[in-house]
C-alpha cells in the first residue's frame, strides 16, 4: 500500500511565509500570536511616545528603548 505525502507537505508549505515565519492562519493558536503581537506594537508605540517627551526633557541617555524580561527598559541620564 503506497500512501502519498504529497498533499501533507504542500498543506504545510502554505501554512509558511516566504521569510520563514508562520502564516496567521496556521493554528488555532495563530490568532493568539496576532493578538499579542498587536498588543506589543502597541505597547512599544506608547513607549516610544513616552521616551519623546523624556528626552526632550533631558532624563533620558539616549533614545533608546531595551527588553529585560518581559519588560520595555528606558534607561535614564546618568545623575
Request: aromatic letters at 2%; charged letters at 25%.
Amino acid at each position: 500500500m503506497s500512501t502519498s505525502l504529497r498533499p501533507l507537505a504542500e498543506s504545510i508549505e502554505r501554512k509558511i511565509q516566504p521569510e520563514g515565519s508562520l502564516a496567521d492562519d496556521a493554528s488555532p493558536n495563530s490568532a493568539a500570536s496576532v493578538a499579542i503581537r498587536s498588543a506589543n506594537s502597541a505597547s512599544l508605540k506608547k513607549a516610544f511616545g513616552r521616551l519623546r517627551k523624556l528626552s526632550s526633557d533631558g532624563a533620558t541617555q539616549e533614545d533608546l528603548i531595551t527588553i529585560r524580561g518581559d519588560r520595555f527598559v528606558i534607561p535614564s541620564a546618568p545623575s
